[in-house]
């Protein structure tokens, strides 16, 4: 992870492209990006760790990142994942004592604007339109991880490991699947044990609705998928 002294410009112009900045006075956005600093990462890097005292967040402009918290026995969690346009950890910006909900790890090769929090909090003063659009983003996050739970109390191991490969994989006939995480971390995350999660995928196999070719995963039969998740 390499933080840039770059010129004012560059980290003015990322910031202008996002929807978040549309009507910011120009000296606004000047002053938040003379406070903040250019961020370039590689696979693997740690950007923030879970409880680090939260005094910037990022805007992710290129590549891909994970949210995860490291479990005791030495595996992780992943929460989920952000790419061009997301942000990490802006709401830890408005906590009490302001930290870092979870670790954060580079994916891909990629870069950012790492935005430092008083200066963020200083805009969201001065600006009721970005301060509204930072309240529409926390809407929405209750509100997705209101359904996540939903979700999990509501609905079997199968539904939830269905629903994931659909929505994770997006499937199409004749093409490699790629799943984003681990089967590990796909049972972590899908709230059933691992060796749940491979039962599943070997009753699929059994059943004709995946296969495996070449160590890659298959769908051949999605609509068999949709009914499996079509509560969701």
């Not at 600093?37 to 950007?47: A, I, Q, S, Y």
């Amino acid at each position: 992870m390499t933080i840039v002294n770059s010129s004012q410009s560059l980290l003015v112009d990322a910031l202008r492209r996002h929807p978040w900045f549309g009507g910011v006075a120009d000296d606004a956005l000047a002053a938040l990006a003379a406070r903040s600093r250019w961020l370039r990462f590689e696979p693997g890097d740690t950007l923030f760790s879970e409880g680090q005292a939260a005094t910037s967040c990022l805007l992710v402009c290129e590549g891909s990142v994970q949210g995860l918290r490291y479990t005791a026995d030495g595996g992780d969690k992943v929460f989920g994942h952000v790419g061009p346009g997301g942000w990490l950890s802006v709401l830890a910006l408005f906590e009490a004592a302001p930290r870092h909900l979870h670790s954060v790890r580079a994916r891909t090769a990629g870069n950012g604007c790492l935005l430092q929090g008083d200066a963020f909090r200083q805009l969201c003063q001065d600006d009721a339109r970005f301060a509204c659009r930072v309240l529409s983003h926390a809407a929405n996050l209750v509100r997705h991880h209101t359904d996540q739970i939903d979700w999990l109390t509501s609905s079997s191991a199968e539904e939830r490991l269905a629903e994931y490969v659909l929505r994770a994989g997006k499937p199409q006939a004749n093409q490699p699947v790629v799943l984003p995480l681990s089967h590990s971390q796909i049972a972590v995350k899908l709230g059933m044990r691992a060796e749940t999660l491979s039962r599943i995928f070997s009753k699929w196999r059994r059943e004709g609705t995946i296969s495996d070719r070449r160590g890659e995963l298959y769908v051949l039969k999605i609509d068999s998928l949709k009914q499996l998740a079509s509560g969701f």
